[in-house]
């Protein structure tokens, strides 16, 4: 089994500042991916950034990046020059190819981007 | 056009009432889910569909069958409703690539299905 924790419940940032939601992870797989997805209010999850576990270079996507710690068993999301529709949940999850592409979510941070 | 879309997205019914929620995929995608989020937006899979067929079924109630007439549709039936089953419920879908999941899914835009 795989176990994902967000252990910020809600944070928030000014607009333009930087902030960074932190995710640990526990999984018996050397193969998995990981990942951050979005929900706004409108509810729709949407996805942000995808991180492989064999590579280890940071994914980026614009003003969004991972610090990667496979060791750590940590996947944090920074997120740069925040911006009002930044405002959402953040939900980090694993996903285990051998368990039939079940993807595992944390509990969930709560952002507000302040303007 | 609308990619994994959900049908109603909002329901409010009696308990034991029994219900229905549909999922449309247009993606061309093989496998579909459906994702339970409760009250404190926890989200936990409930089943996974590949080609028709059940791949995954997590500690769900009997109560809860799913139906994929084709790989583009998998609908979800409740039975005999209870208060607990208040929640939004997610479709999603997603495709394998070179034999592997990638894990990107995309998802409808939720059910919020309301027990009195």
């Known amino acids: 089994a795989q176990t994902v924790t967000q252990s910020q419940p809600e944070m928030s940032v000014q607009e333009a500042e930087t902030v960074t939601l932190s995710c640990t992870y526990d999984?018996?797989?050397?193969?998995?991916?990981l990942f951050w997805y979005k929900q706004p209010p409108s509810r729709q999850m949407i996805l942000v950034i995808r991180?492989?576990?064999?590579?280890?270079q940071n994914a980026t996507e614009n003003r969004f990046s991972v610090n990667f710690q496979k060791a750590a068993k940590s996947f944090s999301l920074k997120i740069s020059d925040s911006q009002l529709g930044d405002t959402a949940m953040y939900f980090c999850?694993?996903?285990?190819?051998?368990?039939?592409?079940?993807?595992?979510f944390g509990g969930g941070t709560r952002l507000m981007v302040k303007p | 056009d609308t990619a994994v879309s959900q049908t109603p997205k909002y329901l409010v019914t009696q308990m034991g009432n029994d219900k229905s929620i549909k999922c449309e995929q247009n993606?061309?995608?093989?496998?579909m889910y459906w994702y339970k989020q409760d009250s404190k937006k926890f989200l936990k899979i409930m089943f996974s569909?590949?080609?028709?067929?059940?791949?995954i079924n997590e500690t769900v109630p009997n109560r809860f069958s799913p139906k994929s007439p084709d790989k583009a549709h998998l609908n979800l039936h409740i039975n005999s409703l209870e208060l607990g089953d208040s929640a939004v419920y997610f479709c999603?879908?997603?495709?394998?690539?070179?034999?592997?999941?990638?894990?990107?899914?995309?998802f409808g835009e939720g059910s919020r299905l309301t027990v009195l």
């Open positions: 999603a879908s997603s495709q394998e690539r070179g034999g592997k999941y990638t894990g990107e899914l995309f």
């Open positions: 999984t018996s797989e050397s193969n998995y991916y």
């Open positions: 991180q492989e576990a064999y590579k280890q």
């Open positions: 999850a694993c996903l285990n190819n051998n368990a039939g592409n079940m993807l595992t």
């Open positions: 993606l061309g995608h093989d496998t």
């Open positions: 569909y590949n080609n028709k067929e059940l791949i």
